[in-house]
């Protein structure tokens, strides 16, 4: 079955960097568009990033353009958020997500277009 498993998360004060990994496995990994996906208390689902099954394409969410970057390797099956320049804002627990839909082009997804995600990781920015 599909195992998704993030680390990396941590306490950063705000302006500082982290790389969260995840591995994944039991599905067809490198067929697959990947996603990263947040959730904060009261904010509820918000889809952050995604890229293609062969990475030659990403997507952000606009709150976090030009401050986190996702690569993937698909030769270890791991998926990573580089997270820069963090916010307050940014605290929420990370997960990452096997796409059920992929629209190769700039679209905010939603909880619907996600076969599975992550337990995640816990981000906290603040000083």
């Known amino acids: 079955q599909v195992q998704l498993v993030e680390s990396g998360g941590g306490l950063v004060q705000p302006g500082g960097a982290l790389r969260l990994s995840c591995a994944a496995s039991?599905?067809?990994?490198?067929?697959?568009?990947m996603s990263w996906v947040r959730q904060a208390p009261g904010k509820g689902f918000e889809w952050v990033s995604t890229?293609?099954?062969?990475?030659?394409?990403?997507f952000y969410a606009d709150f976090v353009k030009g401050r986190f970057t996702i690569s993937r390797d698909n030769d270890k099956n791991i998926l990573y958020l580089q997270m820069n320049s963090l916010e307050p804002d940014d605290t929420a627990v990370y997960s990452c997500?096997?796409?059920?839909?992929?629209?190769?082009?700039?679209?905010?997804?939603?909880?619907?277009?996600?076969?599975?995600w992550g337990q995640g990781t816990q981000v906290t920015v603040s000083s």
């Open positions: 039991g599905f067809s990994w490198s067929r697959m568009a």
């Open positions: 997500a096997l796409n059920r839909m992929y629209y190769g082009g700039p679209v905010t997804y939603t909880r619907e277009d996600f076969r599975s």
């Open positions: 890229i293609s099954s062969v990475g030659g394409r990403t």
